[in-house]
T-cell receptor
Framework: AQKVTQAQTEISVVEKEDVTLDCVYETRDTTYYLFWYKQPPSGELVFLIRRNSFDEQNEISGRYSWNFQKSTSSFNFTITASQVVDSAVYFCALSEVFYNNNDMRFGAGTRLTVKP | KAGVTQTPRYLIKTRGQQVTLSCSPISGHRSVSWYQQTPGQGLQFLFEYFSETQRNKGNFPGRFSGRQFSNSRSEMNVSTLELGDSALYLC?????????????FGQGTRLTVV
């Protein structure tokens, strides 16, 4: 069965520090998709990135970067030079293609607090 | 382009009552999924609709139901409300129903059952 683990419940950093949010997943499917979403206090989940299981290239988008390693079933998210506006709950999610559906399985989330 | 709209934003109901929540997806999106978010259980998948058909259902009791209309708008209904149904209910819309489709979420409906 698909499972996503975000072991870090809460992280607190001071502005301008780098921070890495961990995500470990389990799946029996060979084709799957991984996602990161941000949930600010307003409530809606904001899409950050999607990565398919065949693309292990790391990705960088501004201060955000993602490290996908199939060998360790991990899809970690790093924020460089964090800012107060990065404070939110971050979710990692997994979708298995075999079932051909949108049943995204979410991790428990990591609450990031960036202090000025 | 308008985002996903959920109404109402907040709702207070009494145990035993029923409630209907509404979700208007992004124009052109045909898939709508519903999630329940609680502090204890996190984000849990309720069901997904695509072109008016329920494609997948999570592990929730039959008191939770939904439907999708021809314009892709969706409603979910919870009957015989229990205190444990208090949660943030999130709706997500996608262009297609495949797993790799990016999902856009609404701001949710916060339901409080008293």
């Amino acid at each position: 069965a698909q499972k996503v683990t975000q072991a870090q419940t809460e992280i607190s950093v001071v502005e301008k520090e780098d921070v890495t949010l961990d995500c470990v997943y389990e799946t029996r499917d060979t084709t799957y998709y991984l996602f990161w979403y941000k949930q600010p206090p307003s409530g809606e989940l904001v899409f950050l990135i999607r990565r398919n299981s065949f693309d292990e290239q790391n990705e960088i988008s501004g201060r955000y970067s993602w490290n996908f390693q199939k060998s360790t079933s991990s899809f970690n998210f790093t924020i460089t030079a964090s800012q107060v506006v990065d404070s939110a709950v971050y979710f990692c999610a997994l979708s298995e293609v075999f079932y051909n559906n949108n049943d995204m399985r979410f991790g428990a989330g990591t609450r990031l607090t960036v202090k000025p | 382009k308008a985002g996903v709209t959920q109404t109402p934003r907040y709702l207070i109901k009494t145990r035993g009552q029923q409630v209907t929540l509404s979700c208007s997806p992004i124009s052109g999106h045909r898939s709508v999924s519903w999630y329940q978010q609680t502090p204890g259980q996190g984000l849990q998948f309720l069901f997904e609709y695509f072109s008016e058909t329920q494609r997948n259902k999570g592990n929730f009791p039959g008191r939770f139901s939904g439907r999708q209309f021809s314009n892709s708008r969706s409603e979910m209904n919870v009957s015989t409300l229990e205190l444990g149904d208090s949660a943030l209910y999130l709706c997500a819309s996608s262009y297609m129903d495949r797993a790799e489709t990016e999902a856009f979420f609404g701001q949710g409906t916060r339901l409080t059952v008293v």
